[in-house]
């Protein structure tokens, strides 16, 4: 009878795992896989309870999913056995072609270990193949690599028996199908985390550009982005709407320009440290209308992804109203407040931009020479040409694009530094100097050197005394006004204080400087009118030469003394006369 059936039982088998596998692929989440895989054992497998013990990442084992006793169910669904406890548990036994039944025989020294399990009561089995409440069958579920997915556990056979070659082939096709189902259940379930994650981090993504957007477009200050690298370098690519304004441009002209293109030619050098490097600089940018405007440009240097292009995000800030104010406080420093003249520290400094520290017929020493590669190095960067923006045909800085000509040509306070020292080339070879020399008499033997004429007024005393201060002041002016007009573009006319006033003029000889004097003395002798009053001042003139060796305040000296002399050798009324 048990051959004649063995044929049914093996089809009814086989149609009782087709469709519980088949029911394994409806699930859509992990844990919908895992309660239909211990459901399908009890209702396709004949078996009255069913366990999935699930690995976790820390290698341990949790009870995932439960069916067949809802009162066992709340008991251990979730709790946890050690791997260890389990590697034991599935090396013991019997192995029945990769099940593992350990019998109750042997499963009582199971009885204290950690691992998750339940208890059935029952009578003792009267026959051999009979199933004992404290027998225990594993199906182990391997993924695809080889390593432990999971395992299953079952008990109490609906039959009451053992199952036979067909049940554990069944139990043991479908633990495989199970692993499978896990598997991809598992698949889909990172697969959904990545896709929310992505979808979060787009949005964040797409959140940030346009927080970036909106303060790019929308800031008070000018922004761009420039590319950085390659033929295109420094290119503008974008640029907000105030960098448009400032520049007076459009955004689809600048995109044709780079910063290089619209830097002023003067700050080019520092335009290229500062892109190459990142950091901030001031310097000048051109607008439309052919100015330039003081800028504040801060590079920061960004990657459009881990390892895409890197860009210049710069920002603009128009500081023109503060370099104004620069200026003006440096020329208020530097200048007369009553004259707007140069004022004596001024005048110092640009006497002592011209001059060394040794005459040119003084020959430098060894020790001397070999200091020269250093200080006077140093001293000439630091010097007229450089800290005053250039020399011109006199040896003083010369008129720049945006500087004014006549006395108001240095408008650098302070354009020398500590006088230089002879190069090491022997007399007269100096690091970016003109040595400066004096005509050795007052004859003129041809030789051209920088002359100072010092002039003091004669007869200011009594106008201030008889008219006030307000007449006194408006005289000044004039007479600052009338030395100025009178003098070469390149020359200084300075103010020391008082009614006392000096002016340079370079590249004169000895009859030019008389000349020179004579000029500006009936310059400021016309009457000069001053709320309907003709008063009259007479000037006199000392000419003084400045000579390397000598210091700006011997230089001032020396033409002051002969100022007093030539003032003593006229009459007190031939002196107002002028």
């Known amino acids: 009878m048990e051959t004649e059936s063995e044929p049914y039982v093996r089809l009814a088998t086989l149609r009782q795992l087709h469709r519980v596998v088949a029911e394994l692929n409806t699930a859509r989440s992990l844990a919908d896989t895992l309660q239909t895989v211990v459901d399908g054992i009890v209702v396709g497998l004949g078996y009255e309870l069913a366990c999935v013990n699930l690995v976790r990442p820390d290698g341990d084992l949790v009870v995932a999913a439960f069916a067949g006793d809802p009162a066992a169910e709340a008991l251990i669904t979730g709790r946890v056995g050690s791997r260890p406890s389990w590697d034991r548990r599935l090396t013991m036994g019997e192995n ?31 026959f051999e193949d009979e199933w004992h409440p404290e027998d225990r069958l594993y199906a182990p579920m391997y993924a695809s690599g080889g390593e432990l997915l999971g395992v299953i556990s079952v008990d109490r056979p609906r039959n009451g028996r053992r199952p036979g070659a067909w049940g554990r082939e069944a139990l043991q096709m479908y633990a495989f199908q199970a692993a499978i189902a896990i598997s991809n259940a598992r698949l889909r379930a990172n697969m959904q985390r990545a896709l929310v ?104 240097v960004v990657a459009d992804a881990a390892d895409g292009p890197r860009f210049l995000l710069t920002h603009v800030e128009d500081i023109e109203e503060r370099k104004r104010h620069e200026l003006q406080l440096a020329h208020r420093a530097s200048h007369d407040s009553l004259t707007g003249l140069p004022n004596s520290a001024e005048l110092r400094a640009r006497l002592g931009a011209r001059l060394c520290r040794r005459p040119q017929s003084v020959r430098a020493t060894a020790v001397e020479a070999l200091d020269a590669a250093y200080e006077g190095r140093e001293g000439a960067h630091l010097g007229g040409h450089e800290a005053g923006g250039g020399a011109g045909e006199h040896g003083f800085p010369a008129d720049g694009p945006d500087r004014p000509t006549g006395t108001d040509a240095f408008e650098y306070p302070g354009g020398g530094a500590g006088p230089l020292v002879p190069g090491p080339g022997g007399p007269g070879a100096y690091d970016h100097h003109v040595h400066t020399v004096a005509p050795a008499t007052d004859i003129d033997d041809g030789t051209k050197g920088l ?77 000069i009118r001053v709320d309907g009053r003709a008063v009259r001042v007479g000037a006199s003139f000392g000419i003084g030469w400045a000579s390397c060796g000598m210091s700006a305040d011997e230089v001032l000296r020396s033409a002051d003394q002969r100022m007093y002399i030539e003032k003593r050798s006229r009459s007190k009324a031939h002196r107002r006369a002028g």
């Open 96 to 126: 029945w072609d990769g099940l593992r039944f350990i019998p109750h025989t042997e499963g009582w020294i199971l009885m204290e270990d950690d691992v998750p399990q339940w208890h059935t009561d029952g009578p003792d089995p009267r």
């Open 451 to 527: 002359a100072v004429l010092f002039c003091d007024l004669d007869g200011f005393k009594s106008i201030n005394d008889r008219f006030g201060h307000h007449t006194g002041d408006a005289v000044l002016i004039e007479v600052a006004r009338r030395l100025s007009t009178c003098v070469r573009d390149g020359d200084t006319v300075a103010r020391l204080g008082g009614d006392e006033f000096v002016v340079l003029a370079d590249g004169l000889g000895a009859a030019d400087a008389a000349d020179l004097a004579v000029r500006l003395r009936n310059a400021i002798i016309p009457p």
């Open 197 to 300: 994650r992505l979808e979060r981090e787009q949005q964040a993504l797409r959140a940030s550009e346009e927080s970036f957007r909106q303060a790019f477009e929308y800031a008070p200050s000018g922004m761009a982005i420039a590319e950085m690298g390659g033929d295109q370098h420094g290119r503008l690519l974008r640029t907000n709407d105030a960098l448009c304004r400032l520049l007076g441009r459009p955004a689809s002209v600048l995109r044709r320009y780079s910063f290089s293109d619209l830097v002023h030619p003067e700050d080019i050098g520092t335009l290229l440290r500062t892109s190459a490097e990142g950091g901030r600089a001031e310097l000048r940018l051109g607008r439309r209308d052919g100015t330039y405007v003081w800028v504040s440009l801060r590079n920061s």
